[in-house]
């Protein structure tokens, strides 16, 4: 039996790629009876050194998280930058993007899942604040998974 995501792997959250995260997020939050969140922009190779499908690229988001119970669920609004974002939102419309996953050992659990025909396409981050890095891993698990380490 193969364990790609190694010995500590706990979900971080689960992901939707939208078009409007103040509408979303405010739909959300009634649904939830809770308060809306307020968003920030993520990603970016000038910030983050982002690398989408091997090529350097500034793409950004909004993002914004609703933690509810046991629960975060992320709303993600990506701008027009080629990433995995645009690409899903484009491709598929708003929708459930990926499950995020905290690990330790970012190369070596990619280097696993890339043997077993799982490849990253977008990867990014700093040592001060962590790593992430998505993995399609759509024709086996059906879904994106998102790496963190250090988060």
Known sequence: ??????????????????NDIEKTSQDYADFFGIEK???????????????????????KAKLAFFNIDNLTVELIEP???????????DKYGEGFHHIGFNINGMEKTLSLM?????????????????????????????IMIELLEGY
């Open 1 to 18: 039996m193969k364990d790609l995501l190694g010995n500590k792997k706990a979900v971080a959250h689960i992901c939707l790629v939208v």
């Open 37 to 59: 969140p307020s968003w920030f922009w993520a990603g970016g190779q000038n910030k983050e050194g982002t690398i989408y499908r091997g090529e350097s690229t500034d793409a």
């Open 79 to 89: 701008d027009n930058g080629p990433s995995v974002w645009r690409e899903f939102l």
């Open 114 to 142: 890339g043997e077993n025909n799982m490849p990253t396409l977008q990867r990014g981050g700093k040592e001060d604040s962590g790593w992430y890095s998505y993995v399609d891993t759509r024709d086996t698990l059906k």
